[in-house]
């Protein structure tokens, strides 16, 4: 039988369009509920005609649709760009790959309902252990700019949208092959209008349920003060003094409107200071010059970013990732640990350091140091250059507030507001409104910044929180606890964002019970591939 290979170019291609229109359009989330039907289509096929190293269509398939939505990184580093698209392809297909394993042991519809599992089962790891991690293509990050549908999530989170995702998709394709095979033309009438009416329920379902969610719970309003910068970030590392930046964020913060008297919260962008020692942070010259602008605007606190250094003397160690800078008198080392930090401080003088706990792989951290490590060390032996050549931040290891006067800060540096259960760690330590501080400039002016900007409105949503966000570059935005844009500043122009927030105390349904979808699908996932390991191969026929 011949191949239908110009056929499976054609469902790949329209996958790769359907699937990434949601992370390049906006408000077009709602492809991806017919996204996965290519894909299983052309699965299908394979099945049909024997298609032999199938394996090659749908890694190759994914390998593009990762390309498409996530070429940008290479903006910031090809090397990594490429690794990000080749890995995160590489798991997809895995995982696609263990259900066309399943299906050939297990019969019916039970295959696809592991495939479902297993895929949702895989983001969950992505999102909580995964020290190798890259979220951005979850499948309910679809409706990142959809926000209207998904009000939901704060019950259900964003893996709540996967399954939305892979139910709608697999009751559609479900249909088509009952027409197709002509089973549809045996059933009963009651069986048709099961049928139909649960595609249209997995369809369109979960829309009513958004529309009918409403949240109406009133806090304590707070003004919010947002500058943004506009540093590019070749400049600001390598060409712009400490003292010009600080200059440049205070004459902007100047154009403010200070008459207010309550409490102001002002916001600062990630990495806004570099060398600070955060054992000396009330002698750092950004921390000096901080002062004495609160001094002037005492009802002012200061949410900031900064490189942060930590020094600690010991014999051994502690932590792989530590700079050992010498012996020191009594035999023991004095070793660096370096943080990507947020700094809040007011006119008191008083302080407090929250330091980024989600690492960003290949330039902030080494996965498996036990591994990886050594392995540079050789590296670095057979290239006959000094020092690391991976990652060394050190990460917190429990998630902490900023104690605003006002209320508790829970302050997402960057990546971290890409995973919902770890942003809603915040709420669950008393935060009452949540703040994402970033530099996206690395990556220019590619849809980058903007799906991490729509990332931050699933956040609001599931955390039920206002979410004030400042950009070095843009966007700077805030959003108000169902993730609309209430303001927005323009992307790469210097700016001044000045709005009013609410603190809210109470937890959603989410923060309070965290990732229910995703712990159900990996129970799920483990008990089918356990009835698939221990069932006989379907016999053919």
Known sequence: MKRPDFLFAVL???FTALMSLPWLVPHMGWTALVGLLPLLLMER???????????????????????????????????????AILANALQMSLAFGSFRWVKRRISGALPYLYLAAAWIAWERYYLTIAQISWP???????FADSTGLVQWYSVLGTLGGSLWVWASNLSLFGLMVALSDGRMASWNAKARVAAFGGTVLALAGPMLWSACLDFKEEGKPVEVIIGQPNYDPYEKFESLTQQQ?????????????????????VLAPETFTSRMFTDAVEGHETFLRLQDFLQRHPQASFIYGASSFERQLSRTPPHRCAYDMGEQPGGVHEWILTHNTAVLTDSSGRYSLYHKSKLVVG??????PGFFIPLERLVARMMGVQGGLMAKN???????????????????ICYESVYGDFCAGYVRKGARLLAVITNDAWWGNTPGYRQHLNY??????????????????????IIDPRG???????????ALLQGEVQLLQGESFFVRYGDMTGRAAVFLWALLLAAALFRGRTPKG
Do not use: M
Not at 136 to 142: E, I, P, Q
């Open 363 to 368: 330039t902030e951290l080494t996965p498996y």
């Open 12 to 14: 790949a291609l329209c």
């Open 394 to 412: 050190v990460g917190q290891k429990e998630i902490a507030c900023l104690p605003f006067t006002a209320g508790a800060v829970g302050t997402a």
């Open 484 to 494: 609309r844009l209430l303001a927005q500043t323009p992307w790469w122009e210097s």
């Open 136 to 142: 951005w293509l979850v499948l309910g990050n679809a």
């Open 45 to 83: 096929l394979s099945t049909a005609h024997k298609t032999k190293h199938f394996w090659w269509w749908h890694y190759g398939t994914f390998v593009l649709w990762n390309a498409l939505t996530t070429w940008w990184v290479g903006e910031a580093t090809v090397g990594g760009a490429v690794f």
């Open 456 to 477: 931050s409105r699933l956040r609001a949503i599931e955390t039920r929180r206002w979410v004030a966000r400042c950009a070095n570059t843009g966007i700077s935005a």
């Open 245 to 265: 930046q600080d200059a440049r964020y205070l004459n902007l913060l100047e154009g403010a409107d200070w008459s207010s008297q309550e409490s102001v919260l």
